[in-house]
């Protein structure tokens, strides 16, 4: 049964044969217990030692395999909850990442087109990051960013290996969720003001924050919608899983992002049909909003209840003009941000040096984060940085959006090359309402 799970994002024709069918098994178990290990903080947090012990005991033996870069998938959200002391084990694995790398140097596939991001984050991380805060959190994070992009060139340039990310991409959600119900030490509700003196309570799994949460259950929704090969039963279950998850974050921006990505998915995938399939969707979509709204019973489920309470609250600033409110506050978060950045001199305004990230934040710019990642960008990066930054992606999501279209519809690995254009435009669209840089997690998303 272990077995098939996995045999499910196979692709027979692109087999490496470089392991023979029981070692490949041998690894592929291997991965599972350091998975299962990873679950046990979250109902027992007295064995964290133990199971952060396990785990990267798994990553040790599977150094030299295939697996050891599919690992990233489970500290996508786990990375803050398995720890050696006091160490992350997310840290060690980063930097057997970056060992692993200079090993395979000599036939590492380099993708030049995401040089200038690179630069820019490694300049960032040593003159802002590295003297505001140290030099040690300012190479640890150019490792993240090194290791995101190292472990996206070896996963994408192997279709059969980038189906088992993606598998236990979406295994990592479910434990950020089984982290979310039994531990809360390791997921807080928060207690959000609603209409009136209603509150709403927010779970966010193992992340640090609801909107994240939402952001990567909306993901792991598209993909076992996108996915190929996935039975039927087996992309019903994740369904439930992820949609009562992201029910539970009440995040309303998570639930536009899933929208806008479901838009995306539909036009990629239909077409010229997308107009008709979308026009259907919208009407069963509001007739499944009225059927919520007129039962009780349904209307009531408390998750439920804390988006309607949310929205509700948000629909009563708009003839009121609360636009700070109906934001959030990110009104004048934003209004702050671009008057730190008005008030740079010539050097600040092209070249950045400011530091208000999402590891580290120097107050004495901004007193909290700049919910948007172009703000963040500029403040950060400055012009200059922000068009290294952003041109790259938006010319590569626009070649790949036309290859794609192009190209008749049912070609080899279509579901992943969707996949791809629908991870970027995550980053693209969510980036108006958080902050991205520069944490790796959501670097994934942008070396996609």
């Not at 690992?71 to 720890?83: A, E, P, V």
């Not at 997308?274 to 979509?285: D, G, K, Q």
Request: with cysteine.
């Amino acid at each position: 049964m272990i077995a098939q799970a996995l045999e499910i994002f196979k692709c027979p024709h692109d087999i490496t044969g470089k392991n023979t069918p029981k070692k490949r098994l041998m690894y592929d178990i291997i991965l599972l217990v350091g998975y299962f290990a990873a679950l046990i903080p979250g109902p027992f947090p007295s064995l964290t030692s133990l199971a952060s012990l396990i785990l990267i005991m798994c990553i040790g033996v599977s150094f030299f395999d295939e697996n050891f870069y599919i690992y990233i998938g489970i500290f996508i959200y786990l990375r803050y909850r398995l720890l050696l002391g006091d160490t992350p084990v997310y840290r060690l694995y980063s930097y057997l990442v970056v060992l692993r790398f200079l090993i395979d140097i000599p036939k590492f596939k380099f993708r030049i087109v995401y040089f200038p991001a690179l630069f820019v984050f490694c300049m960032h991380s040593i003159f802002a990051t590295g003297r505001f805060e140290s030099i040690r959190i300012g190479l640890n994070v150019i490792v993240d960013c090194v290791l995101a992009y190292i472990v996206l060139s070896k996963l994408l340039s192997d279709s059969r290996l980038m189906r088992k990310f993606i598998f236990v991409f979406m295994m990592g959600g479910v434990a950020s969720g089984i982290y979310g119900w039994t531990n809360d030490e390791f997921t807080k509700a928060i207690n959000v003001s609603g209409a009136g003196a209603q509150k709403v309570e927010r779970n966010f799994g193992a992340l640090s924050d609801a909107n994240f949460a939402g952001l990567f259950y909306s993901l792991c929704i598209i993909c076992t919608i996108v996915i190929n090969k996935i039975p039927w039963w087996f992309k019903c279950v994740f369904l439930a899983l992820f949609g009562i998850m992201l029910l539970e974050t009440a995040s309303l921006s998570a639930l536009i992002i899933l929208f806008v990505l479901s838009v995306l998915y539909i036009i990629l995938k239909f077409r010229v049909k997308a107009f008709f399939i979308l026009t259907a969707a919208f009407v069963v979509l509001a007739i499944g909003v009225i059927i919520i709204l007129s039962v009780p019973a349904l209307r009531n489920i408390p998750a439920i209840s804390a988006l309607i309470i949310r929205i509700s609250e948000k629909l009563s600033y708009i003839p009121r003009g609360r636009w700070d409110l109906l934001t959030t506050d990110r009104y004048f978060i934003w209004q702050q941000a671009l008057e730190v950045f008005a008030k740079k001199g010539l050097w600040g305004k092209l070249m950045g040096g400011s530091v208000v990230t999402v590891m580290v934040i120097d107050y004495s710019v901004m007193s909290i984060a700049c919910h948007n990642s172009y703000l963040q960008s500029i403040l950060n990066f400055g012009i200059v940085g922000t068009l290294l930054v952003y041109i790259p992606l938006f010319v590569i999501f626009g070649y790949r959006l036309m290859k794609h279209f192009t190209k008749k519809d049912g070609y080899e690995n279509q579901d992943l090359t969707m996949l791809r254009l629908i991870f970027v435009f995550a980053f693209i669209v969510f980036g108006g309402t958080v902050d991205f840089f520069i944490d790796w997690p959501f670097m994934l998303l942008y070396f996609m």
